[in-house]
DNA sequence: TTTGGATAGTGCTATAATTAACATACCTTA
DNA sequence: TAAGGTATGTTAATTATAGCACTATCCAAA
C-alpha cells in the first residue's frame, strides 16, 4: 500500500461516513451505494469514492458496497479496531461533560484515568472512575501505557498539562484550552476551540459585511 | 471593499490571532509583527500576511502592527463588535458546561435562553438564566431577536430541535449531536463532534499503518 | 448467452489555498 | 536631507484539494 498523504478533511470524512454506515446497518440495510453515502452525510458521491480510493477498492462496481464490510474497512483505517485507554486532566464543567460523554465509549475510548489540581474533587469518582491528584499523573498514565490524553483545564496551566502528558508517554492530544500549545512534532495535536467555532459563525452572520 | 470568497481557515485563523493579540496586548506590547504573530501561533508570516490582506492594510511597511488597533480591526472583521444573544437548547452535561464556559462571554457572546425537553430541569437557574421547557423555544427566542443558537441535545432529537430554532429566526447554529443535520443555506451551520476529533487523532497515531 | 442498466474505480481538469518572492513604503540615523 | 534597514502588501508559483468524465465490471432479465 503506498503511503501518499490522506488529506485531514477525508479522515473527517470517513468518520462521519462510519457513524452514517452504523445507523444504516442497525435499520438492516445490507448493501448501500456511493450515491446513497453521499446524500445521506451531505457530500458529493464522487467524494466518497475518492476518500475510499486512498485505501483500496472495498465495493463490487455494478453493485455498491457492503454495509458492514465498508463499516468494518473505515474502522479499521480509523484505527478503531482496538479500545483506545484515554485520560482525562481537568474535571471542571467541561471535564466532567467529556468523562460521561457516550459517544467516546461508543467509539472505542475508554477513560482509564482522571486527574484534577483541586483538593475537593481528589477522591470522588466519575462513571466509576477515580479522580486522582494531578501528581500522580505520570506514573498512572505510564503503568496503564495510556496513548490518548484529553486537555480540559484552565489556559493557564494548559502547557504544563500537556508538559506532563507528553512526558508520561501519551503519543496523541485532544486540547479544549483557549491557547496555543507547543508540542513536539511526533505529537499529535487537535484543538477543539469553542469560542472560535462562535467567531466562524459570526463572521458568516455578518455576511462577511461588517469590516 | 471587494467581496472575493475568504477561506474558512482564514476566519479560523483570525479569530487565533485575535486571541493572541488580546494576551499581547495584556502584557503592556505595543506594536508587533507579522513574523511575531505567526511564531506565537504557529502559522507562517506570509500566511498572516495574507489572511490581513484579505480585509485590507492594517499595517505600517518597515514597522508592523499596532497591536490594540489589529485587534480591533479583526473583532470586527469577525463581527465582535456588538454582543450575541445565544440560545442553549439542551441541558445535559454538555451543555451545562457550555452554559458556564466563560470563554463564550469574554467574547461577546450571551446566553440569553436555555431550554430543555426534562421536566425535572425546567425552573432550574443556570448562572441566573431559567431553564424554560422546550415548547415555549419558539415565542422566546423570536421576542428576543437570538440570532444564535447551541445545539447540545442527544443526536435523535437534534433535527427537529434545530427546525424549531430555524423557525423562531436563528440564522447560526452550533451543533454538538454526532448526526448530520439538513438545514436551508441560508442557515450558517457548524457541527462539533467530540468523537470525530479523537478518530482523527488515532488514525494519524496509526501512522496511517493500521490498514 | 447476450444486452442493458447501474455503479465502483481512476485519470484529468479546474479550483482553491499555501508558500515564496518581490516591490513598496516607512522610520531612523547620520 | 538622503540612505539604509526593515516589515508590509501584493503578485507569482507551487501545492493541495475537489469535481468531473470516462472506463471497467457486475448483475439481472430477456
Given at each position: 500500500?503506498?503511503?501518499l498523504?490522506?488529506?485531514?478533511a477525508?479522515?473527517i470524512?470517513?468518520?462521519v461516513?462510519?457513524r452514517?454506515?452504523t445507523?444504516?446497518?442497525?435499520?438492516?440495510i445490507?448493501?448501500?451505494s456511493?450515491?446513497e453515502i453521499?446524500d445521506?452525510?451531505g457530500v458529493?458521491p464522487?467524494?466518497?469514492?475518492k476518500?475510499?480510493?486512498y485505501?483500496g477498492?472495498?465495493g463490487?462496481r455494478g453493485?455498491?458496497?457492503n454495509?458492514?464490510?465498508?463499516r468494518q474497512h473505515?474502522?479499521?483505517?480509523l484505527?478503531?479496531g482496538?479500545e483506545?485507554?484515554v485520560t482525562?486532566?481537568?474535571?471542571?464543567n467541561?471535564?466532567?461533560?467529556?468523562s460521561t460523554?457516550?459517544?467516546?465509549?461508543?467509539?472505542g475510548?475508554?477513560?482509564?484515568?482522571i486527574?484534577d489540581?483541586?483538593p475537593?474533587?481528589?477522591g470522588?469518582?466519575i462513571e466509576?472512575v477515580?479522580?486522582?491528584p494531578?501528581?500522580?499523573l505520570?506514573?498512572?498514565?505510564?503503568?496503564?501505557?495510556t496513548?490518548?490524553?484529553?486537555v480540559?483545564?484552565?489556559?493557564?496551566?494548559?502547557?504544563?498539562t500537556?508538559?506532563?502528558?507528553?512526558?508520561?508517554?501519551?503519543?496523541a492530544?485532544?486540547n479544549?484550552?483557549?491557547?496555543?500549545l507547543n508540542v513536539p512534532?511526533?505529537?499529535?495535536l487537535?484543538?477543539?476551540?469553542l469560542?472560535v467555532n462562535?467567531?466562524v459563525l459570526?463572521?458568516?452572520?455578518c455576511g462577511?459585511r461588517c469590516?
Amino acid at each position: 500500500m503506498k503511503t501518499l498523504k490522506i488529506p485531514e478533511a477525508t479522515i473527517i470524512r470517513l468518520s462521519v461516513y462510519s457513524r452514517h454506515l452504523t445507523d444504516v446497518d442497525r435499520k438492516g440495510i445490507i448493501t448501500t451505494s456511493s450515491g446513497e453515502i453521499a446524500d445521506g452525510v451531505g457530500v458529493s458521491p464522487a467524494q466518497v469514492r475518492k476518500d475510499l480510493a486512498y485505501f483500496g477498492e472495498f465495493g463490487t462496481r455494478g453493485v455498491g458496497y457492503n454495509v458492514k464490510d465498508l463499516r468494518q474497512h473505515i474502522m479499521r483505517i480509523l484505527g478503531l479496531g482496538v479500545e483506545w485507554s484515554v485520560t482525562l486532566v481537568g474535571v471542571g464543567n467541561l471535564g466532567l461533560a467529556l468523562s460521561t460523554y457516550k459517544g467516546f465509549r461508543d467509539r472505542g475510548f475508554v477513560i482509564t484515568s482522571i486527574f484534577d489540581a483541586d483538593p475537593k474533587k481528589i477522591g470522588t469518582k466519575i462513571e466509576g472512575v477515580e479522580v486522582l491528584p494531578i501528581e500522580q499523573l505520570e506514573t498512572v498514565v505510564k503503568q496503564n501505557n495510556t496513548q490518548i490524553g484529553i486537555v480540559a483545564v484552565p489556559a493557564s496551566v494548559a502547557q504544563e498539562t500537556v508538559d506532563k502528558l507528553i512526558k508520561s508517554g501519551v503519543s496523541a492530544i485532544l486540547n479544549f484550552a483557549p491557547i496555543v500549545l507547543n508540542v513536539p512534532p511526533e505529537i499529535e495535536l487537535r484543538n477543539v476551540d469553542l469560542a472560535v467555532n462562535l467567531e466562524v459563525l459570526t463572521f458568516n452572520v455578518c455576511g462577511q459585511r461588517c469590516y
